[in-house]
């Protein structure tokens, strides 16, 4: 059974970074498509980056260039670090992981999901 349990989450003031991590246990990290997903209070949840098992990642444009998604094989972690926080970065993060190699943009399409973490950034 594959399982995956995020953490790192906390509140911080806006500018500061954190690092999300997601360790998967049950099944690798590798081989599959990997991502991150974040849902705040009264919006649907949300892509924020993906990680194809082979290729290059993606980011949505409004962490492009402050976030990096990023996994160890010999861990069998996912990481997001997370810079530059904005107060509207505020919400649960939701590591998720597919079935497949390569990655989708619905949530639907991807089989295990975390419990979550609470990321809260202050002005």
């Known amino acids: 059974q594959v399982q995956l349990v995020e953490s790192g989450g906390d509140s911080v003031q806006a500018g500061r970074s954190l690092t999300l991590s997601c360790a998967v246990s049950?099944?690798?990290?590798?081989?599959?498509?990997m991502a991150w997903f974040r849902q705040a209070p009264g919006k649907q949840r949300e892509g924020v980056a993906r990680?194809?098992?082979?290729?290059?990642?993606y980011y949505a444009d409004f962490v492009k260039g402050r976030f990096a998604i990023s996994r160890d094989n010999a861990k069998n972690t996912l990481t997001l670090q997370m810079n530059s926080l904005k107060p509207e970065d505020t919400a649960m993060y939701y590591c998720?992981?597919?079935?497949?190699?390569?990655?989708?943009?619905?949530?639907?399409?991807?089989?295990?999901w975390g419990q979550g973490t609470q990321v809260t950034v202050s002005s």
């Open positions: 998720a992981r597919r079935r497949e190699r390569w990655c989708s943009s619905t949530e639907n399409d991807y089989a295990y």
């Open positions: 990680l194809p098992s082979l290729g290059l990642p």
């Open positions: 049950g099944d690798s990290v590798s081989g599959y498509c």
